[in-house]
């Protein structure tokens, strides 16, 4: 089982196919099967490294709360680990802010696409994204706020597996408060020091990351494009997942 460290935290991640690496960041409270969609899309062209936050699935959960930078400092470490000097960074929410983090204040970041997440995390209210990993029913309900209720009513199949994924890789609470406080702590005041390529996509129905915040977000970016996914929810990138992995594939093969 590959692990990196981070001081005495452990940190598991898994790689996959050939090319340039894409380092995925997770979202705060979710498992790695967040990225599945976007794993089998990018491995082949590419390579894809895919790790699990610490206090989600197979890595550490130290007492909080954690920081973006702390988080940077994991991505760092599982990268020197595996021996990628610099790696397109993908990240979803809470990931999208170790991104931005990561591609300001270190050298490792090729470019960055950020998935449902904003430059500042004061005001945002991540609870009703929470579900205990031992309450399959709280886990459910929590996907309304995910998803766009089309989704959630037109795939009750690809729901119900989510359902027992998270009960395997999710963080329980106090991992969750953890990983949220590092959202809500977040401000990104120096977005013109990010000169690397930069692409937001962001569902035009989140009811939880506000889409104004992710436009405001792609115009700080010297080199940001916003992508917005029409009538998604959240996790757009797993309910709109074809546009999205088009996106994200168009992004990548840019010069």
Do not use: C
Not at 15 to 28: K, M, N, P, Y
Not at 114 to 138: H, N, R
Not at 239 to 252: G, K, P, T, Y
Request: proline share 5%.
């Amino acid at each position: 089982m590959p692990t990196a460290s981070n001081g005495s935290v452990d940190l598991y991640y898994e790689a996959d196919g050939e090319g340039e690496t894409v380092a995925f960041v997770g979202d705060a409270g979710y498992g790695a099967w967040q990225w599945g969609w976007q794993h089998a899309a990018v491995a082949g062209p590419y390579e894809s490294l895919v790790s699990d936050l610490r206090g989600t699935g197979r890595s550490d959960a130290p007492p909080g709360p954690y920081t973006v930078g702390t988080l940077v400092d994991d991505l760092v470490a599982v990268l020197a680990d595996y021996g990628v000097r610099k790696a397109h960074v993908v990240g979803a929410g809470l990931g999208g802010m170790v991104a931005l983090e990561a591609a300001r204040t270190t050298s490792r970041v090729r470019s960055l696409a950020v998935f449902g997440t904003a430059a500042y995390g004061g005001g945002i209210d991540l609870s009703p994204l929470f579900g205990a990993p031992t309450d399959a029913e709280e886990l459910g309900e929590s996907l309304s706020a995910a998803f766009s209720d089309r989704f959630v009513e037109a795939h009750p199949d690809v729901v119900e597996q989510i359902v027992e994924w998270r009960s395997e890789e999710d963080a329980d609470r106090e991992a969750w408060e953890a990983q949220a406080a590092a959202v809500e702590r977040f401000a990104a005041d120096d977005l013109y020091e990010i000169s690397d390529p930069a692409v937001v996509v962001h569902g035009t129905d989140d009811a939880v990351w506000p889409v104004e915040r992710a436009e405001e977000l792609a115009e700080g970016l010297p080199r940001g494009e916003f992508v917005p996914v029409e009538g998604a929810g959240h996790l757009a990138h797993v309910e709109a997942s074809r546009v999205v992995n088009d996106e994200l594939l168009r992004f990548l093969d840019e010069p």
